[in-house]
């Protein structure tokens, strides 16, 4: 162990040590949001950079009549000649891809975007290669201080608790299957397949929704489906269409009408005449004001979701008026997915259930080009103010975010956290948390006043919500462009990797 240790400290010294490279950097202004970059090596800096990398080749080069590392370096340097360039043109890339993000040059928000393969290291003179990135664009941080809002407040009765009770109940009964004909507020399980021209573009399988006016997917609305399926029964089939959203995830199918055949698999009817001893406790409820206190803690979280929310618009509203920069449309359809992933954590937080969550999702989905594009100025503009503030999340800070999606989703907080690390969507946390707190900030240098407001505390829905898209989803986060660098030399270290932790 001490020797690897020692190892590991030299190597640390190394890197400390190396002198950084030295190049030109010439940043083109192609769009609020691009950049076009030529990175140009002198000829000097490649050669030192091929005499470093046969520095450590020599000594470890394995040839036939020689010991290790005992090979005369001319005849090293002819054997591996080709690995080598390849080794230093990956390391010269790298570097320099490095020190270029991490400099004043620009914020970016991806990777840069250019053919590593296609790009060549001369045998004699300067290396240059170009690239095209995504940036945060350049503007002054707007006036934030001082801004006039009004701050919703509501005070929850006993009545709003009371007129709530039922609708959580629903939640948690599986109800009593129904033979004859469904009715309005039934619960119905669906088996559904969209069509077009009679080839198959999607399916689903047993969804359960209440029967209400409308059904909403993804990215497409059936506006009277009770009257589709009010007086059918389980295994009833029901023929109609729907016409896929403009803002679809597949472009070729946007506005297009599609057909739809829904099965009915299963019709279950939810009544609650009384909340007796037995039903609590079935339900894991010691008594109903046990059940009061949980629909309470539940109306609270979602009013103060509804108040941060109503804060959060004034002032994006106020602070991005100027903002209308234009977005790349890679851009924005690469983070189209992971501003769903956002919201969908922040509803769970913010104490909704699922069936709150699909409708909110649905809508966004719905108009999600715009929703993306708004949602990223705001960011860039939320985000400026955090770094003048020096605004970051504290362990606390994530910590308690984990808390409450697993509470919300009764699950532990440890097996959350490891959900949300595994699907890179801890980045998301990190971005909420910081918004939250900069919206924080300026609402306490605000002109604010207080104004009564329940209009969180909805009637029953009209609309059923299935969080299915006919169209196919967003794609994810592309996966690293350039993660792979060249062969491993035999007997020298690996190559160094890119740090792709940028945002």
């Given at each position: 162990?001490?020797?690897?240790?020692?190892?590991?400290?030299?190597?640390?010294?190394?890197?400390?040590?190396?002198?950084?490279?030295?190049?030109?950097?010439?940043?083109?202004?192609?769009?609020?949001?691009?950049?076009?970059?030529?990175?140009?090596?002198?000829?000097?800096?490649?050669?030192?950079?091929?005499?470093?990398?046969?520095?450590?080749?020599?000594?470890?080069?394995?040839?036939?009549?020689?010991?290790?590392?005992?090979?005369?370096?001319?005849?090293?340097?002819?054997?591996?000649?080709?690995?080598?360039?390849?080794?230093?043109?990956?390391?010269?890339?790298?570097?320099?891809?490095?020190?270029?993000?991490?400099?004043?040059?620009?914020?970016?928000?991806?990777?840069?975007?250019?053919?590593?393969?296609?790009?060549?290291?001369?045998?004699?003179?300067?290396?240059?290669?170009?690239?095209?990135?995504?940036?945060?664009?350049?503007?002054?941080?707007?006036?934030?201080?001082?801004?006039?809002?009004?701050?919703?407040?509501?005070?929850?009765?006993?009545?709003?608790?009371?007129?709530?009770?039922?609708?959580?109940?629903?939640?948690?009964?599986?109800?009593?299957?129904?033979?004859?004909?469904?009715?309005?507020?039934?619960?119905?399980?669906?088996?559904?397949?969209?069509?077009?021209?009679?080839?198959?573009?999607?399916?689903?399988?047993?969804?359960?929704?209440?029967?209400?006016?409308?059904?909403?997917?993804?990215?497409?609305?059936?506006?009277?489906?009770?009257?589709?399926?009010?007086?059918?029964?389980?295994?009833?089939?029901?023929?109609?269409?729907?016409?896929?959203?403009?803002?679809a995830a597949e472009d070729e199918l946007a506005g297009k009408e599609v057909d739809l055949e829904l099965q009915i698999h299963e019709v279950k009817r939810i009544e609650i005449e009384e909340i007796s001893p037995q039903a609590l406790d079935s339900l894991g409820f010691d008594d109903i004001e046990e059940l009061r206190t949980f629909v309470r803690g539940e109306l609270e979280r979602?009013?103060?979701?509804?108040?941060?929310?109503?804060?959060?618009?004034?002032?994006?509203?106020?602070?991005?008026?100027?903002?209308?920069?234009?977005?790349?449309?890679?851009?924005?359809?690469?983070?189209?997915?992971?501003?769903?992933?956002?919201?969908?954590?922040?509803?769970?937080?913010?104490?909704?259930?699922?069936?709150?969550?699909?409708?909110?999702?649905?809508?966004?989905?719905?108009?999600?080009?715009?929703?993306?594009?708004?949602?990223?100025?705001?960011?860039?503009?939320?985000?400026?103010?955090?770094?003048?503030?020096?605004?970051?999340?504290?362990?606390?800070?994530?910590?308690?975010?984990?808390?409450?999606?697993?509470?919300?989703?009764?699950?532990?907080?440890?097996?959350?956290?490891?959900?949300?690390?595994?699907?890179?969507?801890?980045?998301?946390?990190?971005?909420?948390?910081?918004?939250?707190?900069?919206?924080?900030?300026?609402?306490?240098?605000?002109?604010?006043?207080?104004?009564?407001?329940?209009?969180?505390?909805?009637?029953?829905?009209?609309?059923?919500?299935?969080?299915?898209?006919?169209?196919?989803?967003?794609?994810?986060?592309?996966?690293?462009?350039?993660?792979?660098?060249?062969?491993?030399?035999?007997?020298?270290?690996?190559?160094?990797?890119?740090?792709?932790?940028?945002?």
């Amino acid at each position: 162990m001490a020797a690897t240790d020692t190892d590991a400290d030299n190597l640390v010294q190394e890197e400390e040590l190396k002198a950084p490279l030295k190049f030109d950097v010439n940043v083109d202004t192609t769009s609020a949001c691009e950049r076009h970059v030529v990175v140009t090596i002198t000829e000097a800096e490649v050669q030192r950079y091929r005499r470093e990398s046969f520095d450590e080749v020599v000594p470890k080069a394995e040839l036939p009549g020689f010991r290790a590392g005992k090979a005369p370096r001319k005849l090293v340097e002819s054997k591996f000649r080709e690995q080598v360039e390849e080794q230093v043109k990956s390391s010269l890339v790298m570097d320099s891809l490095q020190q270029v993000t991490e400099g004043d040059h620009f914020s970016a928000i991806s990777e840069p975007d250019f053919d590593f393969e296609a790009v060549e290291l001369p045998a004699e003179g300067d290396f240059k290669y170009e690239f095209r990135i995504e940036v945060r664009p350049d503007f002054d941080t707007p006036n934030w201080k001082g801004l006039a809002l009004e701050r919703p407040v509501c005070e929850l009765t006993a009545e709003h608790i009371d007129q709530h009770l039922s609708r959580t109940l629903t939640r948690f009964m599986s109800g009593e299957a129904v033979d004859g004909a469904c009715q309005a507020g039934d619960m119905v399980t669906l088996n559904g397949t969209f069509t077009l021209d009679g080839k198959e573009l999607s399916t689903f399988e047993e969804e359960t929704v209440p029967i209400r006016q409308r059904l909403s997917f993804s990215d497409g609305v059936i506006e009277d489906f009770a009257g589709l399926i009010v007086g059918k029964k389980e295994g009833d089939t029901i023929q109609t269409k729907i016409t896929i959203s403009e803002s679809a995830a597949e472009d070729e199918l946007a506005g297009k009408e599609v057909d739809l055949e829904l099965q009915i698999h299963e019709v279950k009817r939810i009544e609650i005449e009384e909340i007796s001893p037995q039903a609590l406790d079935s339900l894991g409820f010691d008594d109903i004001e046990e059940l009061r206190t949980f629909v309470r803690g539940e109306l609270e979280r979602q009013f103060e979701y509804h108040q941060q929310q109503a804060l959060r618009k004034q002032v994006v509203d106020e602070l991005t008026k100027d903002a209308n920069w234009d977005m790349p449309e890679s851009l924005v359809r690469r983070q189209t997915n992971r501003e769903l992933q956002r919201m969908s954590l922040e509803l769970q937080r913010s104490g909704f259930n699922q069936e709150q969550i699909n409708s909110y999702m649905n809508a966004s989905r719905m108009n999600a080009r715009e929703s993306t594009i708004r949602a990223l100025r705001e960011h860039f503009v939320l985000e400026k103010i955090a770094e003048d503030l020096q605004v970051e999340p504290t362990p606390e800070d994530y910590d308690k975010e984990v808390e409450l999606i697993a509470v919300q989703s009764d699950s532990s907080p440890r097996r959350v956290r490891a959900r949300l690390e595994k699907s890179g969507q801890m980045d998301a946390i990190r971005n909420q948390i910081i918004e939250r707190q900069v919206i924080e900030q300026i609402t306490e240098e605000a002109k604010t006043t207080d104004k009564e407001d329940l209009d969180f505390l909805k009637s029953e829905p009209e609309t059923a919500d299935i969080q299915f898209a006919i169209a196919g989803d967003f794609d994810e986060i592309p996966e690293a462009l350039h993660d792979e660098g060249p062969a491993q030399l035999p007997g020298t270290p690996k190559l160094p990797e890119l740090d792709k932790d940028s945002d």
